[in-house]
């Protein structure tokens, strides 16, 4: 079955940094669009970045110009590279397979604040 494992999260002070990985197993992942999804108390579930097939990417406008999302397909793996973090980017962050998200992760948390 497609299971996806991210891990990455963690405490870290305003203006750091983190970087999410996501590990996907049971897809064919060099064809699949990932993404990563956040969610934070309270709040409504929103797409924060995507990567399709081909290497393209969307971003959420609160997160442009700060975060990256890439992809190994090598290793299965796709990435998202968080720089300038705010209080605001603490949520739960999800990692999602298929062009409509078909698949989730579990979650990891991330939590900005000093």
Same mark, same amino acid.
């Given at each position: 079955?497609?299971?996806?494992?991210?891990?990455?999260?963690?405490?870290?002070?305003?203006?750091?940094?983190?970087?999410?990985?996501?590990?996907?197993?049971?897809?064919?992942?060099?064809?699949?669009?990932?993404?990563?999804?956040?969610?934070?108390?309270?709040?409504?579930?929103?797409?924060?970045?995507?990567?399709?097939?081909?290497?393209?990417?969307?971003?959420?406008?609160?997160?442009?110009?700060?975060?990256?999302?890439?992809?190994?397909?090598?290793?299965?793996?796709?990435?998202?590279?968080?720089?300038?973090?705010?209080?605001?980017?603490?949520?739960?962050?999800?990692?999602?397979?298929?062009?409509?998200?078909?698949?989730?992760? #579990?979650?990891? #948390?991330?939590?900005?604040?000093?």
């Amino acid at each position: 079955q497609v299971q996806l494992v991210e891990s990455g999260g963690g405490l870290v002070q305003p203006g750091g940094s983190l970087r999410l990985s996501c590990a996907a197993s049971g897809i064919f992942f060099r064809i699949v669009a990932m993404g990563w999804y956040r969610q934070a108390p309270g709040k409504q579930r929103e797409l924060v970045a995507s990567i399709t097939s081909l290497g393209s990417t969307n971003y959420a406008d609160s997160v442009k110009g700060r975060f990256t999302i890439s992809r190994d397909n090598a290793k299965k793996t796709v990435y998202l590279q968080m720089n300038s973090l705010k209080p605001e980017d603490t949520a739960t962050y999800y990692c999602t397979a298929g062009g409509n998200s078909d698949y989730w992760g #579990q979650g990891t #948390q991330v939590t900005v604040s000093s």
